[in-house]
């Protein structure tokens, strides 16, 4: 299992750099695993008033399972308008467009600051490229759940690996001292 999980990060990686070079988004576009979207939601714990942002949404999966959670507002930001449409497509066949908002945008400069959760699917070196910015820009207790990817030194205070043992899931809350 180790094997095919560095092959994966491998070929996002090499995706990631031919985007790159091509003026294209900063990470591909890979769906998340069903049982991944269930760890992220269960580590986040997730209850009413929690704003769950997902930055480079995809297809929405995330959010639309976020917002299940009776109480919970979800917030897309996807730089890709197709990813955007289908994201939109997804949560009304869900039945909760009306519970979240979907934004056409980058996420170094879509507004964050009312989250109370960030979800990510991004390269570690996006991540790296984003941890300042969720430091300075979200409140205390704020928390921050990755798939796959870490932040470096900033030790997560939990992580889960799901099931058959390929996926890791990180848990960080924004503290006082980092801000």
Sequence with gaps: MASIRMLVIAMLALAAADARAEGRRDVPYVATSPAAVQQMVALAQLHAGDVVYDLGCGDGRIVIAAVKVPGVRGVCVEIDPALVRLAREEAEKAGVSDKV?????????????????????LLREVNLRLRPRLWKELRPGTRVVS??????DWEPERQVTVPPGSTTIYLWRISAARR
């Design 101 to 121: 908002t979907f934004v056409q945008g980058d996420i170094f400069e879509a507004p964050i600051q009312d989250a109370t959760v960030v979800m990510l699917y």
């Design 147 to 152: 798939n796959t990817f870490d932040m470096g």
